[in-house]
């Protein structure tokens, strides 16, 4: 059984930086395609960033280019989102979600995706 928790979410002033965090277990994050997704009240889910099993990284979003950085410790099996210069159009309920098919590349669309997190909340004030 796969299961996906997030963490590290919180109330940061514009231009802070936060680290979330996914926890992942019954799946092997150096296997799969692991991405975090985002989604504001109202608004579509959308990919933030992705890495693949080879670890090859892709920022899907061009607003967070520069700015987020994706990341995994093979050793903990997490995964990781390192958020800079956050500003208020970041705020969003964050995701961490796993692919369920081992050796793929990232598509950026979330049907790729079968295993997601609870989500956790990152507010920006201005």
């Known amino acids: 059984q796969v299961e996906i928790a997030e963490s590290g979410g919180a109330l940061v002033q514009a231009g802070g930086s936060l680290k979330l965090s996914c926890t992942a277990s019954?799946?092997?994050?150096?296997?799969?395609?692991m991405a975090w997704f985002r989604q504001s009240p109202g608004k579509e889910r959308e990919g933030v960033s992705c890495i693949n099993w080879s670890g090859f990284t892709t920022s899907t979003t061009d607003s967070v280019k520069g700015r987020f950085n994706i990341s995994r410790d093979k050793t903990k099996n997490m995964l990781f989102l390192q958020m800079n210069s956050l500003n208020p159009e970041d705020t969003a309920m964050y995701y961490c979600?796993?692919?369920?098919?081992?050796?793929?590349?990232?598509?950026?669309?979330?049907?790729?995706?079968?295993?997601w997190g609870q989500g956790t909340q990152v507010t920006v004030s201005s």
């Open positions: 019954g799946l092997d994050v150096a296997d799969y395609a």
């Open positions: 979600a796993a692919d369920r098919t081992p050796f793929r590349g990232c598509s950026g669309s979330p049907a790729q995706f079968s295993y």
